[in-house]
């Protein structure tokens, strides 16, 4: 009987998905201008794949991703 650390984790047949496929590369992903005054901030934008919610639009970061990826 294997002991845990023989246990081999399977390998994920699905991981070549989302290669390029992020959201800073989506038709639908809108970036938000950075502040000039603080460069430690890393970029940010909204989604725009679907209605606004009554917080707004999705904030994510450009290497984000999700099913609805679409390439303009």
Not at 11 to 33: A, E, L, Q
Request: charged letters at 30%.
């Amino acid at each position: 009987m294997p002991t845990p650390k023989e246990k081999q984790v399977p390998k994920d047949n699905w991981i070549h998905r989302s290669t390029g496929m992020v959201c800073g590369t989506c038709m639908f992903y809108v970036s938000k201008k950075k502040p000039e005054d603080k460069p430690e901030v890393k970029e940010k934008g909204r989604c725009r794949r679907h209605a606004p919610t009554m917080s707004g639009w999705p904030v994510l970061f450009p290497t984000d991703w999700c099913g609805d990826h679409k390439l303009s």
